[in-house]
């Protein structure tokens, strides 16, 4: 086939845009070139990896499991449905992480925080004083660029050695002697997976739920919200970007999933059309705040949470208000002075299971404690446990409930975390 033509009336257009009409404000964005060469094995449909550590779901709490295992040196492989890493903080616009701090003092650290403030000096940002406690809760959430935090992720993967495989899921997961083997789809591709270890990061739960362990779901949950910006530019990392309950938003699955988007993006265009406003950004999908927890073999209960219950098996901290939102919005309880929530492993373990944890809003608790747990700080540190509990259990063959906590503490401290200061033998 002959190469087209070059187009030369565009191109005497486009020169004559950029140097004739520039007085007009008509410019062209400039074009740089990034080459992406995959290896010919890449056009094949069947795929295998045999990993350590399988982490599903790249979002929130998933990424920073996914790099937190591969760098205490467990063979991970992450796959995550869409096209980004991040989640709810960047492809649901939610880039207001907290919260890192209570009381004048930071709680949460870990790789979460590592890319947060990365991300946030990157980009000329501004971190809150920790040592301050702030008047309002949401004072010390730390604007974030959500585009630079994604881009930082991917790259933390890739440097600690994370496999990543964007647009697939598991469709079948069946024990093995050894762990599981996972068959996942994405377009054009078959994977099959085996691995020693999973980590279900995907927000609801999928993979226990696929499992067909227990998983909690409230008739009416709390609204999602479609984020967006009208009339004024999204300077990301700066502004409060603008929201729009989507009452009776659903994440169970795909068809679910497109009525809240839909019903999300008519909502807006009719709003555009109403106010007459220009419509300057557009996140491409809904957050959702609730969906399913998992039963664990703990359950955080709201009276824990208020009275910052320190769990024996705690492997992080928690901040923030009681928090849930409803059909007439939301008033946030903060916590009592001094009071600091703690995490424990079991609440991560799907109860009865072996060699499968999770991490993130999912976490067993019941919902007025998932209300302040699911925030991302604790998604964070979440997802750092997780991925050290996993990698543990990998490395001595044995399941995430039966490592010994001393060990998992001593693995986290080493790579930055803050643990809850208890007795662990
Ligand atoms: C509108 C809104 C406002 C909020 N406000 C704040 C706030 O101001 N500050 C704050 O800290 N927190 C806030 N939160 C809470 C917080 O953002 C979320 O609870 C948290 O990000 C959830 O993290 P997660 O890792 O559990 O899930 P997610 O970040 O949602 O990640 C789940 C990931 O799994 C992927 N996935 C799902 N299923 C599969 C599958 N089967 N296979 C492969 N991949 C899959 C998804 O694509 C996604 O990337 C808000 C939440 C919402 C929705």
Not at 76 to 88: D, I
Not at 267 to 276: A, C, P, Q, Y
Not at 366 to 395: E, F, H, I, W, Y
Request: glycine share 10%.
């Amino acid at each position: 086939m002959k190469p087209p033509k070059p187009d030369t009336n565009r191109r005497d257009f486009l020169q004559k845009s950029v140097f004739g009409t520039a007085a007009a404000g008509l410019t062209i964005a400039s074009t740089s070139h990034a080459s992406a060469q995959a290896p010919a094995e890449a056009l094949e449909p069947e795929v295998t990896n045999d990993v350590d550590v399988l982490v599903v779901g790249g979002g929130t709490a998933g990424h920073v499991a996914a790099i937190q295992a591969a760098r205490a040196g467990a063979k991970t492989l992450l796959v995550e449905r869409g096209a980004q890493l991040g989640g709810t903080t960047t492809t649901g616009g939610v880039a207001f992480p907290g919260l890192f701090d209570a009381w004048g003092k930071q709680v949460i650290a870990g790789i979460g925080w590592e890319i947060v403030k990365e991300s946030v000096e990157m980009d000329g940002g501004t971190i809150p004083d920790f040592s301050k406690v702030p008047q309002r809760h949401w004072h010390n959430q730390v604007f974030t660029n959500q585009f630079l935090y994604a881009l930082l992720a991917e790259e933390k993967c890739t440097e600690a050695g994370v496999e990543i495989a964007y647009y697939e899921f598991p469709e079948k997961v069946t024990e093995s002697d050894t762990g599981w083997t996972v068959d996942c789809i994405g377009f054009g591709t078959r994977r099959r997976v085996t691995c020693k270890q999973i980590i279900d990061c995907t927000g609801g739960a999928e993979v226990v739920g696929m499992l067909g362990f227990p998983r909690l779901r409230e008739e009416e949950r709390q609204p999602g919200s479609y984020l967006f910006m009208m009339g004024e530019e999204h300077e990301p990392g700066r502004n409060q970007i603008h929201r729009l309950y989507v009452h009776g938003a659903d994440s169970t699955n795909s068809r679910t999933v497109t009525v809240a988007n839909m019903t999300g993006r008519k909502s807006i265009l009719e709003k555009v059309r109403k106010e007459g406003k220009r419509l300057m950004h557009l996140q491409p999908e809904t957050g959702f705040r609730e969906s399913y927890r998992i039963e664990g073999e703990t359950m955080v209960t709201v009276n824990d949470y208020r009275t910052g219950r320190v769990f024996d098996d705690a492997i992080s901290y928690a901040f923030y208000p009681v928090d849930l939102h409803t059909k007439t919005g939301v008033k946030p309880k903060p916590l009592d002075p001094g009071t600091v929530p703690t995490i424990p492993l079991s609440a991560l373990i799907p109860k009865g299971s072996k060699n499968i944890i999770v991490a993130g809003r999912c976490i067993s608790s019941d919902r007025l404690a998932n209300s302040g747990l699911r925030v991302q700080a604790p998604c964070m540190g979440m997802g750092q446990a997780a991925g050290v509990a996993a990698t543990l259990a990998a490395k001595a063959g044995t399941t995430p409930l039966d490592v010994s906590l001393k060990e998992i503490h001593a693995l986290l401290k080493e790579h930055g975390q803050i643990v809850p200061d208890i007795a662990t033998a």
